[in-house]
């Protein structure tokens, strides 16, 4: 076994939503930068410039990149080694509550959803997987609403087909429409049961946007590009004023499911996709 | 670019149209979910509201603490939407212009055009750089809300989009 001390979790937890929260990640910054050379219309263009340049104001002046600093979401993969010596939830609470406090970000989550009440920094959702091994990888997604009031899902028949996900996913993507900040990054989990495919589509949001479809690319990767092709047709554009721009990219993660289902989930982030690692 | 200087006046927003850019300096006061609401039943039930909504501009924001140094934390636009069923009444009690990101509902769009009123969009998820823009920055009403509250902002050059104009043209309906 393998000692890893809470305190350390917390420092790190710290760390990592100040990094994820100020500094926009590097694939995210490369698919706007590629879009930009692709637009030809003013209007989009000037659009993807200020995105652009609100991340380098961001970075340098250590501001939050949105005020929309998310529902904290922590993803744990403990290798089954390690031995925590503490309270691991907590320190992952209080790591949130300390990078928040010290990035001046914005306290959004209440603390009852139907009373509601004044914005806190926590509690904070946490999404732990036991894998091998004596590391722990500690992911913190900051995951603003605005685009997660958008995400769906919907549990198909066991026969339907790619064409009918497809044109489910395009729906979710036009429903969007401009109010939760295109270009969008859109998660899709296919698969598992109907909280598992939610969890798979957020978790697809972790992967990396600039990855696309190689000769050696699995059929994922093919069904990424179409899907990337035809919501960039659909013409909603930056800040949904037109364009070429309407997501920066699409990634699916899949798992097996029952013989009687199909389940289908999308998760929209904005163009503002926040996220940062590290394994300890 | 045409540039706006508050208070407005009804003939400063009739003159503008769906698409067109502007900067905005002046004074203009936050307000999303739980204000609206707040805002909303006070007129309701017909309670002094925090200030006279006549010719002002309401911001759809809940901006990020402020850093020490600064005026104010990163201050995007919420998505405008969620405000929809208490902006027609706002609007009737005089508020001549918002701010924020996406569409508007239909009652919205003939109350905008109803009360000469105007919607502007700005930079959506741009909200370090939309700091830059304001030079002065407190908390003016409700602070029990938090980030929720009503900020009184002082913005300078504050770059915006005309959503909807005062003839009700919608900029989303052309795209």
């Known amino acids: 076994m393998r000692r890893l001390e ?8 710290e760390d990592l939503c100040i990094k994820a929260n100020t500094i926009l990640r590097k694939d995210v910054l490369k698919a706007l930068k590629l879009s930009l050379k692709k637009e030809s219309s003013a209007g989009a263009r000037n659009i993807l410039e200020a995105i652009i340049q609100n991340a380098s104001i961001a970075k ?7 005020q929309d600093t998310g529902m904290p979401i922590v993803f744990l993969e403990v290798g089954q080694q390690v031995n925590i010596r503490g309270d691991v939830n907590q320190a992952v609470t209080k790591g949130i509550e300390d990078g928040y406090k010290k990035g001046y970000f914005r306290p959004s989550v209440i603390r009852d959803p139907l009373s509601r009440g004044r914005p806190q920094y926590s509690p904070v959702l946490i999404h732990a997987d036991i894998v091998r091994g004596d590391k722990m990888k500690i992911t913190v997604l900051p995951k603003g609403f605005g685009c997660e009031n958008k995400s769906r899902l919907c549990m198909f028949k066991p026969t339907a087909g790619f064409l009918e996900i497809k044109r489910f996913i395009l729906e979710t993507v036009k429903d969007a429409g401009p109010d939760a900040c295109p270009p969008y990054v859109v998660g899709v989990g296919i698969g598992g049961s109907a909280e598992y495919a ?4 957020k978790k697809a949001l972790l992967k990396d946007i600039t990855c696309g479809k190689t000769k050696n690319s699995g059929r994922n990767a093919k069904l ?3 899907l990337l092709k035809e919501i960039n047709s659909l013409g909603i554009g930056p800040m949904g004023l037109g364009g070429k721009t309407t997501a920066l990219g699409v990634k699916i993660l899949t798992y097996p499911t029952h013989i009687a289902g199909l389940p289908v989930a999308v998760n929209i982030s904005c163009h503002a996709l926040r996220s940062a690692g590290t394994i300890l | 670019m045409k540039r706006l200087v508050t208070p407005l006046k009804k003939r400063d927003v009739s003159s503008l149209k769906a698409g067109e850019a502007v900067l905005l300096s002046g004074t203009i006061y936050t307000a999303r979910d739980q204000a609206h609401k707040r805002l909303f039943e006070a007129i309701l039930k017909k309670q002094r509201l925090p200030f006279n909504l006549r010719n002002e501009i309401i911001y759809y924001c809940g901006p990020a603490k402020t850093p020490r140094g600064k005026v104010i934390g990163s201050c995007g636009p919420t998505t405008s939407s969620r405000m929809d069923k208490f902006t027609p009444l706002l609007l009737k009690k005089g508020l001549l212009a918002m701010i924020g990101k996406g569409r508007r509902s239909q009652e919205v769009i003939k109350a905008t055009g109803k009360h000469k009123a105007v919607y502007f969009l700005t930079y959506a998820g741009c909200a370090a750089l939309l700091a830059k823009q304001v030079k002065k920055a407190g908390v003016f009403a409700f602070a029990d809300l938090g980030p929720e509250a009503i900020y009184k902002l002082e913005v300078k050059d504050f770059p ?6 005062t003839k009700g043209r919608n900029i989303y309906q052309a795209v």
């Open chain 1, 6 to 13: 809470a305190k350390t979790i917390r420092q790190a937890v």
């Open chain 1, 60 to 66: 340098k002046e250590k501001l939050a990149i949105c």
């Open chain 1, 224 to 226: 990424e590009d179409e």
């Open chain 2, 160 to 165: 915006l989009i005309v959503g909807i104009d």
């Open chain 1, 198 to 201: 939610s969890l798979l589509a």
